[in-house]
């Protein structure tokens, strides 16, 4: 598995913006794609971006699509998520991901096996 540690949650208000960030290490950022996922208290967690492991395919769900966009770095191992024009419904713990198969595109939560330990985002109206 792959240690990840998220980090750049915080309080903002609706229209505003963050960027979280995802270090990840333990094994070879580069071989793997990466998602976004978040989860809303009393609510089950949910897709919410995924990327392929050189950046060249990206997927969003439709709640964000237009607002948020996923990127990453492989030379600092770190995936990030902008977040634009944010809305007191986007919040939620977010978290980061690694599927268990190298090399191997998914958007799936049932394919991922490594997850970090969340971040908090609140938005206020």
């Known amino acids: 598995q792959v240690q990840l540690v998220e980090s750049g949650g915080g309080l903002v208000q609706a229209g505003g913006s963050l960027r979280l960030s995802c270090a990840a290490s333990g094994r070879t950022f580069s071989r793997y794609a990466m998602g976004w996922f978040r989860q809303a208290p009393g609510k089950e967690r949910e897709f919410v971006a995924a990327?392929?492991?050189?950046?060249?395919?990206?997927d969003y769900a439709d709640s964000v699509k237009g607002r948020f966009t996923i990127s990453r770095d492989n030379g600092k191992n770190t995936l990030y998520l902008q977040m634009n024009s944010l809305k007191p419904e986007d919040t939620a713990v977010y978290y980061c991901?690694?599927?268990?198969?190298?090399?191997?595109?998914?958007?799936?939560?049932?394919?991922?096996?490594?997850w970090g330990q969340g971040t908090q985002v609140t938005v206020s109206s």
């Open positions: 990327i392929s492991w050189i950046g060249s395919r990206t």
């Open positions: 991901a690694a599927p268990r198969r190298s090399y191997y595109y998914t958007s799936e939560k049932v394919d991922f096996d490594s």
